[in-house]
């Protein structure tokens, strides 16, 4: 049973450009999160998918957007990128239906931007 | 804001059992206790969850005391490969999970 897959792995970028990362959630799993990790520091939740919905978002600005396909799958997109967006960005999986949220993490894809 | 509050860091020989103390004052009736382990680089890994009284793993134990208001991850025999970050977080179904900066554990020889 393969876990939360991501991809890329790595990214370089330049400012001002556009980013999509992708997240496959694990099996059984419909509900999807992304992170933002930055170095040394926890990471912050960006917004959560649940049936092709952005259902919570975090504080984060508009350049920062989603999107959850019928295959339960996600994109992260981040536009206009900033020196301050690199970081490891996290997908988490969660099924639904559960009392308690137990969130799976993928590996991560480290986005630099020079 | 965090809702949990844990050490920054902690120290530990081979061999060793570490507990790994959370504070969560503020934690509702409907969330649950969950521990991640985290290694540079890399996705924090599930370690742990409960609600109250004692959970047991292959890999640790939980103690929550009966008014819930903080956890206790304990590691039995702890080895070099136990050096990570280790994250308490509390939240219910559905909700965001909101990590603090963590427990540093540092095992040595």
């Known amino acids: 049973d393969a876990g939360v897959t991501q991809s890329p792995t790595h990214l370089i970028k330049t400012r001002g450009q556009q980013v999509t990362l992708r997240c496959s959630p694990k099996s059984g799993h419909d509900t999807v999160s992304w992170y933002q990790q930055a170095l040394g520091q926890g990471p912050q939740f960006i917004f959560q998918y649940y049936e092709e919905e952005e259902r919570q978002r975090g504080n984060f600005p508009d350049r920062f957007s989603g999107h959850q396909f019928p295959n339960y799958s996600s994109e992260l997109n981040v536009n206009a990128l900033l020196l301050g967006d690199s970081a490891l960005y996290l997908c988490?999986?969660?099924?639904?239906?559960?009392?308690?949220?137990?969130?799976?993490f993928g590996p991560g894809t480290r986005l630099t931007v020079l | 804001l965090a809702k949990t509050t844990q050490p920054i860091s902690m120290d530990s020989y081979e061999g060793q059992e570490v507990n790994i103390t959370c504070s969560h004052n503020n934690i509702a009736t409907n969330d649950y206790i969950t521990w991640y382990q985290q290694f540079p680089s890399q996705g924090p890994r599930f370690i742990i969850q409960g609600y109250k009284t004692k959970v047991t793993n292959e890999v640790a134990s939980l103690f929550i005391p009966a008014d819930r208001k903080s956890s206790t991850l304990s590691l039995p025999r702890v080895s070099l490969s136990d050096t990570a970050v280790y994250y308490c977080?509390?939240?219910?179904?559905?909700?965001?999970?909101?990590f603090g900066t963590g427990t540093l554990l540092a095992v040595q020889p």
């Open positions: 977080l509390v939240a219910g179904a559905t909700n965001k999970l909101i």
């Open positions: 988490a999986s969660s099924p639904t239906g559960f009392e308690a949220d137990t969130q799976y």
